[in-house]
């Protein structure tokens, strides 16, 4: 899987306080999810080896038509700061990924859950304006083979966590088709965005076209 995040730093020598456990950061972020879209229509779980379970929650479709697919377990641990020579088991960013299909795709969960487990088998930092390329069809038949990571907070609110620990940020995923992605890579996220918004792109539609670049 290609990405353009950052990478971890050493997790040879942790330390730090001790922070909640990897339980109630699930509990609290199912709750958050669920005060946000209500219950879950539907739940699937991934296991990586070497990493902890994810799971991927499904909710609606709303009154829109739109369905949600959000990630649980990729929060239970920070991401390090890149360039940190120790990393800090408490301290640092905490995430979750929210993809928004309008109809539903539920086999975009597969997606998610490689992208959720990436900062634990890859050791990456998944922040805004980076993007995850799974290398195939998010799902089949999908002209999208990455991701934009979008900034949080309009979508789902971040989630404060007891201390020391730092809050949970839910990043908006916008699938990218090649070319869009290409294009991002070297004109950067908000090149791409404003490419979006200026032809009005429904970047919850799951067969839409990609954006003209010229």
Request: avoid cysteine; hydrophobic fraction near 40%.
């Amino acid at each position: 899987m290609a990405h353009d995040f950052p990478h971890f730093g050493d997790f040879s020598q942790p330390g730090g306080d001790s922070g909640p456990t990897r339980q109630t950061v699930l509990t609290l972020v199912e709750a958050r999810l669920a005060g946000t879209f209500g219950e879950p229509t539907g739940r699937a779980a991934v296991t990586f080896v070497g990493a902890d379970r994810i799971e991927v929650l499904r909710f609606g479709p709303d009154a829109d038509g739109l369905v949600r697919y959000a990630t649980l377990g990729m929060a239970a641990a920070p991401m390090a700061d890149p360039t940190a020579a120790v990393a800090d088991p408490v301290r640092g960013p905490r995430a979750e990924l929210v993809l928004t299909v309008r109809g539903g795709r539920d086999e975009a969960h597969k997606a998610l859950a490689v992208f959720a487990a990436s900062p634990q088998v890859e050791g990456l930092v998944v922040a805004p304006g980076g993007s995850l390329d799974l290398g195939s069809p998010l799902w089949t038949g999908a002209p999208f083979t990455s991701v934009l990571a979008a900034e949080p907070g309009g979508l789902v609110e971040d989630l404060e966590l007891p201390g020391p620990a730092d809050p949970v940020s839910f990043l908006p995923l916008l699938p990218m088709t090649p070319n869009e992605a290409a294009f991002k890579r070297v004109q950067g996220a908000e090149a791409l965005q404003e490419r979006w918004l200026r032809h009005g792109t429904d970047l919850r539609d799951p067969g839409r076209r990609g954006v003209p670049l010229d």
